[in-house]
């Protein structure tokens, strides 16, 4: 069975930094995208990042870039978000989503995702 199982949500102080993880099981990642999605209370979900598993091509939304990074241990089936300089607008639930990988780059599209996870907790506050 595939599935996603998202981990490492949690409570942090802004300015700090957190690293969230995207377990993968019942598939290789080698021709997928994992994407990061995340909706806060009463918002819209927004796209955060993606990553082409094979190549490691990563791509961001504006209002991460330069504070998150996405990676990704395709032994180890997981991909990663790590995420800097978090602000209070950061906190939310953080969803990764599998989609196929057609080209050599990614977009940070929902309509493209196959399978997801249940999402976790993230929550920038003093």
């Known amino acids: 069975q595939l599935q996603l199982v998202e981990s490492g949500g949690g409570l942090v102080q802004p300015g700090g930094s957190l690293r969230i993880s995207c377990a993968a099981s019942?598939?290789?990642?080698?021709?997928?995208?994992i994407s990061w999605f995340r909706q806060a209370p009463g918002k819209e979900r927004e796209g955060v990042a993606c990553i082409v598993s094979k190549s490691g091509t990563t791509n961001y939304a504006d209002s991460v870039k330069g504070r998150f990074t996405v990676s990704r241990d395709n032994a180890k089936l997981t991909v990663y978000l790590q995420m800097n300089n978090l602000k209070p607008e950061d906190t939310a639930v953080y969803y990764c989503?599998?989609?196929?990988?057609?080209?050599?780059?990614?977009?940070?599209?929902?309509?493209?995702?196959?399978?997801w996870g249940k999402g976790t907790l993230v929550t920038v506050s003093s």
């Open positions: 019942g598939f290789t990642l080698d021709y997928y995208v």
């Open positions: 989503a599998a989609g196929p990988a057609v080209f050599s780059q990614c977009v940070i599209n929902p309509d493209g995702m196959d399978y």
